[in-house]
Nanobody
């Protein structure tokens, strides 16, 4: 069983930056693909970014490509989401997820989820 704990959310002005972290425990972190998803009020959860088990492949939603960067440190059992040039439409609860496969981009492919961290971008 893998436990995931997100941190780093908060309130930021448009154009600002935040770095989210997700610490994993209880499993072999390096064998999991990791992803970030988000859910805004009244909207469905959507894919943001994903990274393969080795970190060699990354995937992004079109809405964040060029602004967000996903990375992982397998020695620290942690995945990160660097968010730059934030926009009010990025406001959402951001969730970290782990998949027992080499890479995954769809929510249904993920096996474990964190509790989420709130990101609010003011205009």
């Amino acid at each position: 069983q893998v436990q995931l704990a997100e941190s780093g959310g908060g309130l930021v002005q448009a154009g600002g930056s935040l770095r989210l972290s997700c610490a994993a425990s209880g499993g072999t972190f390096s064998s999991y693909a990791m992803g970030w998803f988000r859910q805004a009020p009244g909207k469905e959860r959507e894919f943001v970014a994903a990274i393969s088990w080795s970190g060699g492949s990354t995937y992004y939603a079109a809405s964040v490509k060029g602004r967000f960067t996903i990375s992982r440190d397998n020695a620290k059992n942690t995945v990160y989401l660097q968010m730059n040039s934030l926009k009010p439409e990025d406001t959402a609860v951001y969730y970290c997820a782990a998949a027992k496969r080499l890479h995954a981009v769809r929510g249904v492919e993920y096996d474990y989820w964190g509790q989420g961290t709130q990101v609010t971008v003011s205009s």
